[in-house]
């Protein structure tokens, strides 16, 4: 990429717009160009005059400069370095080294190639030491490389003039200062290689163990020995490494290492080799294994199957692998990594080995010890880490060189179901469901911390240092996987199920499901766990990316199989969870703020926020009360858990849900069965408020209405093996890799299968059936569709179709018509009008009164709304009713109804009756009406009647409940008639031995 040429205006205009303070510089200098320039370093005065055309420009770094820091690399000449020249000469620095640094460094940040070669990496960030500091990193004996920290004071930039007569040049592709945070820099700086320097540091002094030095030198090599002043405590560490990755015990290792220090013409002491053995082996588990692991790549990590297998004393102190889901929120703590101690007295006849600095690199274990301490306290703990080198005598004084950022939060076990157990919970397995500390270093490979996450740990077993708890540090952490799907056997679904239609694959899979699962005739409850497992997360319909994971539900009766079902499912999907009732509360369902043992707060999120995008089944839910559901509903309806308490946090809980539930009796607390209830859709009154009825996408209602017969039979039925395929399916599904489609005809029928829906099974008081069942049926539609694989051949694109909706709405239609739902509708919807009911109220009148002509009983009707109080004379005398088989049995009717009710002088009509009255008049008059307002009447004459604005609607309705049906066999025809099929054949084929076959016949009306 070709760099645009930058002039000196607009580097000067650059830096301040960014809020970066200048002051002039002498012409080939690093020197201020003002005799008083302090007060322009530390912010009291602000440089505004300009620059002449032959000064250098100097940024101020620091909080002034809105957090500027420089890094200034250099590399160093060998000769003035080993001859520690108090001003040594810089060579040309590879540009390849602050890429290392600061990875593409050019396209991230301001950078400067400065005259003499080397370069400044430009940054802000917004917690800076408080001195500048200076880093050295040897690579080998010919390249030596340098770090200068700038925080304070001035630093010459780009378009200046360096004192050989080399120009300043920004070489980066942005003039954008960025932001940084030092930690992840400085850590980098430390993988490299660089150390803290101090005017003694040399070539030969730099003693502390890192992994370059780890890396450089060979076994072999190491093994001949003869290993000389400067190198021998380095060396004596790195063999020791690399003999402990070949699986060696300590034990062992010593015993090749400890010939060649004897053999060494100058021996260290064995107090300092004790203490080299014991730095190598932190070093080599905090460092080596992380990194390198054991000798060809056999990692000798111990794999455990369960989280709670680390309490056993077994594990203790050794490394360990897990998986494991994150629980909490987190809290971060900035501890020490890497600190100096020296002695402070400077007398030549106090001699210490202290007077020499001494580097410390904290081990993981060591910096957790620093975790929620005050800072007074920090200094005594670091002493004590050091204290056994010094002397009594000794003024042991500290500075901290590197500290790092630790992520403490909770973990516990995946689990698939959850049982009480007197105060505890556990799996099906017997393991508890316990909650464990956790730290990790934060940098940028860290991931994200989220509850719910599912995650492979690999850590340390260590003891908490405050509650001596068992607890683990992560050397890595990586998310599973959960969705990674098997695609081969995907495609064997999809070949199974794309020749066949819905109802055929649904007949298919809950025939074999019931086999595999041995519970029978619980289809009902197999269907709604399939929807709600399958179900998208998100679906765009009608424009809008909308909420799509089901939440469902199943009352009825204990032990008829309702909870079995849902976990036979979960046991062939491998995946979601089931969790026991006792469990059922707010807060284990959402979670709580709790204490940990250094008195900070977490969040402890419950099991809803950590099946997020999964699967939860809540088995005797009905413990938790209507407020406590409540409160959750909102939560449910959002995807999202908040606690606001001692601790805050906030985490998703886009989960899809089963509630399995009893139902109650008023007192809320005993449970009822079934058959208590005249229609079992009231069992739902007791255990929920009325919105959260309403965010029911599905309900199904059980009973105990299996016959021991039908229990008791042979159980060595065998599945098709394919089902056990679905579970890759669902991987898929819950991978949201993929998008909903749905066709023109399956939007269509979502909007007409809603509003027939609503028109049937709609009440205020049971609104499981809502003003949103448009969105419920989308959703539903499209898992089902998921469900029964209707994905293109690239598995990228799942098409809804119009045969997916009808499914489901024949399937919500017939649940909750066995549940009695539409006959509450109609006792309730006194008031609430449709052209289906007035069809029936003119049908009955019509059989009453002995007259068809529905034209005349809306006649009558209107009139009876209009008038509003009558005597029964003028009724008969205005529409010319014989008395007794015409007005008694309309009178009879209509008071029965209570469209009317009997007065002192004579019937008053009741709202009921106004509203049928103001039905008719709104309709006819509608400008949205699709019927004409002249209409042909009933009798297929050509006549055209005035003013009435229903008849061809009603007409419709009438061919829809009247059928022709033959029967094949002996030709009987019975015309028009509002009985069943079903009713037809079983009347007309009892008592025969060879059953007759009856048909539909249709034909056309008469001209």
Not at 227 to 244: D, F, M, P
Not at 616 to 642: C, P, T, V
Not at 697 to 705: H, I, K, L, P, Q
Request: contains cysteine; charged residues 30%.
């Amino acid at each position: 990429m070709t760099l645009e040429p930058v002039n000196r205006e607009d580097i000067i205009d650059n830096f301040t717009s960014q809020k970066v303070r200048m002051l002039p510089v002498k012409p080939r200098s690093k020197a201020p160009d003002m005799d008083e320039y302090k007060p322009y370093l530390s912010g009291e005065m602000i440089w505004d005059s300009g620059f002449k055309p032959e000064q250098n420009i100097g940024v101020i770094c620091g909080k002034v400069s809105d957090g500027l820091f420089v890094i200034d690399i250099e590399k160093i000449h060998p000769e003035d370095y080993q001859t520690k020249a108090p001003k040594p000469r810089h060579i040309p620095c590879e540009e390849s080294v602050i890429h290392q640094i600061i990875p593409n460094c050019t396209d991230v940040t301001f950078t400067t190639k400065t005259g003499s070669g080397s370069y400044h990496l430009l940054g802000k960030a917004d917690r800076l030491p408080s001195k500048t500091s200076k880093f050295i990193y040897v690579k080998d004996d010919e390249n030596i490389y340098q770090i200068d920290f700038k925080v304070t004071g001035q630093c010459v930039e780009a378009s200046s003039i360096h004192e050989n007569g080399n120009q300043y040049e920004m070489i980066s592709h942005t003039k954008t200062i960025k932001r940084f945070d030092l930690q992840h820099i400085l850590k980098r700086i430390e993988k490299i290689g660089f150390r803290p320097a101090s005017k003694k540091t040399t070539a030969t002094k730099i003693q502390s163990l890192n992994q370059n030095d780890y890396a450089q030198w060979d076994k072999d090599d190491l093994l001949k020995g003869g290993w000389v002043r400067g190198e021998r405590r380095r060396k004596q560490k790195s063999l020791y490494c690399k003999i402990r990755r070949q699986k060696k015990t300590i034990g062992e290792t010593k015993a090749v290492i400890n010939p060649i220090l004897d053999s060494l013409e100058d021996k260290l002491d064995q107090n300092e080799i004790n203490i080299n053995y014991e730095d190598a082996e932190k070093f080599f588990q905090s460092d080596v294994l992380v990194e390198y692991g054991y000798a060809e790549n056999q990692i000798d990590i111990i794999k455990l199957d369960n989280l709670t297998d680390i309490e056993k004393s077994e594990y203790a102190g050794k490394i360990v692998q897990v998986n494991a889901v994150i629980s909490s929120n987190s809290i971060a703590y900035n501890v020490p990594k890497e600190f100096e101690a020296r002695c402070a007295i400077t007398e030549e006849l106090h001699m210490c080995r202290g007077q020499t600095p001494i580097h410390v690199k904290l081990t993981c274990d060591k910096t957790v010890e620093f975790v929620d301490i005050q800072s007074e306290k920090r200094d005594g703990k670091m002493t004590g880490f050091v204290k056994g080198q010094f002397t009594k005598h000794c003024t042991i004084r500290k500075k901290q060189l590197m500290s790092i950022t630790l992520q403490k939060f909770k973990i516990r076990p995946i689990i698939s179901s959850l049982y009480k157990k007197e105060k505890n919970f556990f799996d099906d397995d017997g393991n508890k469901w316990a909650s464990y500390d956790i730290f990790i270093e934060n940098n940028d490979d860290t991931i994200d911390i989220e509850a719910g996450k599912e995650v492979e740990i690999v850590g340390l077993v260590m003891a908490d240092p405050k509650s001596q708890k068992v607890t683990l540090y992560a050397h890595s952490m990586t998310a599973l996987n959960e969705n990674e799907f098997d695609a081969e056997k995907v495609r064997a679904i999809h070949e199974r199920f794309k020749s066949r239609t819905v109802t055929e694959n649904m007949d298919w899979l809950t025939s074999e499901f019931e086999k595999y699962s041995r519970i029978i005739k619980r289809r009902n409850v197999a269907e709604m766990g399939f929807l709600t497992f399958f179900s998208p997360l998100y679906i765009n319909f009608e424009g809008l990316n909308i909420p799509s994971w089901v939440k469902s539900l199943a009352i009825g009766d204990s032990t008829v199989g309702k909870s079995e079902t849902v976990r036979k499912l979960i046991i062939l999907l491998k995946a979601g969870q089931i969790v026991s009732g006792e469990m059922a509360t707010v807060a284990g369902l959402a979670g709580a703020a709790v204490q940990a043992s250094g008195g900070q707060w977490f969040v402890d999120y419950g099991v809803l926020p950590m099946q997020d995008r999964k699967l939860l089944a809540i088995d005797g839910a009905h413990i938790l009360r209507q407020e406590e559901l409540a409160k959750l509903a909102e939560a449910e309806r959002n995807g999202k858990i908040e606690i606001m308490k001692a601790a805050k946090g906030e985490a998703y809980a886009r989960t899809r849900q089963i509630k399995i539930m009893n139902p109650v009796d008023d007192d809320m607390t005993t449970t009822m069965s079934m058959n208590s209830f005249f229609y079992p859709v009231k069992s739902l009154t007791n255990n929920f408020h009325i919105q959260s009825i309403a965010r029911i996408d599905f309900a199904c209602f059980v009973s105990d209405d299996v016959s021991a017969a039908d229990r008791n039979v042979q159980g060595d039925i065998k599945y098709d093996p394919l089902l056990e395929d679905m579970s890759e399916l669902l991987r898929l599904v819950w991978s949201m890799k993929y998008t909903v489609e749905f066709t023109d005809k399956a939007l269509d029928e979502i909007l007409k299968q809603s509003t027939e829906l609503e028109n049937k099974f709609k009440t205020e008081s049971i609104p499981l059936i809502s003003n949103d069942q448009k969105y419920k049926l989308a959703k539903l539609s499209a898992s089902l569709a998921c469900v029964t694989c209707s994905f293109n051949d690239t598995f990228d694109v799942v098409t809804v179709t119009d045969e997916h909706v009808r499914y489901v709405s024949n399937l919500i239609t017939e649940e909750y018509h066995k549940a009695g739902l539409d006959e509450i509708v109609k006792q309730t919807r006194h008031g609430k009008v449709d052209l289906g009911m007035l069809y029936q109220i003119i049908d009955d009148i019509g059989s009453k009164i002995n007259n068809n002509d529905k034209e005349e009983i809306i006649r009558i009707l209107q009139w009876i709304a209009e008038t509003g109080k009558f005597p029964k004379e003028e009724l008969q005398e205005h529409f010319d009713l014989s008395r007794d088989s015409q007005l008694k049995p309309l009178i009879g009717y209509l008071a029965d109804e209570k469209i009317i009710k009997r007065g002192k002088t004579g019937f008053t009509v009741l709202r009921f009756g106004t509203e049928i009255g103001r039905f008719i008049v709104n309709f006819s008059n509608s400008s949205n009406s699709r019927a004409p307002k002249t209409d042909t009447p009933l009798n297929n004459t050509n006549q055209k009647k005035e003013g009435v604005s229903l008849l061809d609607l009603l007409e419709e309705l009438e061919r829809r409940k009247t059928h022709t049906f033959r029967c094949n066999d002996c030709n009987t025809e019975w015309p028009k008639t509002k009985q069943s099929l079903e009713d037809l054949q079983e009347w007309h084929n009892e008592g025969k031995l060879v059953q007759h076959e009856i048909v539909e016949i249709f034909k056309d009306p008469a001209p």
